[in-house]
């Protein structure tokens, strides 16, 4: 691989922390996308404090404001990112997430998805046919303290894959490629847990991690804000916890038509875990509900819903967490416009 250029788009807690990491592997240039902390980006770099890595400032080659800016950067100088790394939310009602790419995708780049939630893929699948496809879920916690300003909470452990349905042998084995020599970058950047997986695999890991989210995430904002720990910890919580996990896990094997492989981690060692993490982190879903922003709601709930329906298969708590948290957020968003044509 020549000298790999990342962009990452979506410099909050996740594309922060691992764009830090990559920086430090030698050879590795990282550029950023931002939005609302560019301004601090570009005074003071991004910040990183971490549990198990010395703190870094990055300061991205190029900063960008907006994807706009970046495409005009690469007709200027006529950039060729490697890898871009998607780490935005997944906020279904903002419209298309892969559009935010047009215009950045060469060929030889690799999108690489590291988001939480199902079904991800398709859009980029759909939008760039001919690109490579990278799909990633991460159970590292971090949070975004102030902008430009990140605290990595607790774990790394990454899994990573090609997105490659229905793909010939030659585009299989370019994906395949590709991913591993990304997996080299995050390992030579430290993150010593990158669980390299095939098509099939990361999308076991995939339901796998979307079977935590769907629990843990909706049920700290209907619990109006306990820590991970403190959910585990709190015995009807824990209760309700492994029950979620459990029906998505169960949907989850009867739809990818397999038992839960060994490798992934059984719920009762995922929950001893969290009781671990004495870091006083917060799911992500419970910062931007908490911040009055929306939630990722379909990538994490209403997608493994739809899935199962599909399949002739039902999720009754997690279709009760998803219709209490939909309406949730519905009637806030109502207050929010009152409450702004009330100011005007
Ligand atoms: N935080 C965590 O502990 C974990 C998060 N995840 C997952 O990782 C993904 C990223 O989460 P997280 O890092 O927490 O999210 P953050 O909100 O911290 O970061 C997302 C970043 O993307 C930026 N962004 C969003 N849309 C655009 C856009 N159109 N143009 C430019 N920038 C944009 C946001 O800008 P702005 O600030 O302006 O909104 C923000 O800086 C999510 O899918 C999440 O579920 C997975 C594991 C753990
Ligand atoms: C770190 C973890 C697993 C906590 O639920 C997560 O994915 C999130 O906060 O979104």
New binding site residues.
Partial sequence: MSSPHVLV???????AFFASRLATVPGVTVSA?????YKAVVANGLRVTSPVFDETVLRPAFTFC??DEARESKQKHDTKWSHLLV????IQELGDPSA?LDGLVNEGSSIVL????LGIEDPYKKRFPQATIISS????????NKPGHIKH?FLTRTTIGPFTPNANETTSDIATQRTQEFAALLHSAGIPDVDILDHAGMQFARWHKTAI?AAMNPTAVLARGPTNRAMVLDEELEIHLKAVMKEVLDVACKILGQPLPEWLPRIADVIQGVKGDTSG?HP??W??WEAG?KV?LE??LGNPLRQAREHGLVLPRTQTIYALLKKAQEVRENQHSIESKLQT
Avoid at 9 to 15: F, H, K
Avoid at 33 to 37: A, L
Avoid at 87 to 90: D, F
Avoid at 137 to 144: D, L, N, V, Y
């Fill in positions: 788009v979506g410099a909050g807690a996740i594309g996308i931002c939005r609302s902390n907006s994807p780490a935005t939310k997944l935010l590291m988001q939480n939630g879920t991460t159970r590292t916690s971090a949070i975004q909470n989210n982190s992500s879903m910062v931007d922003r990722e990538a994490i």
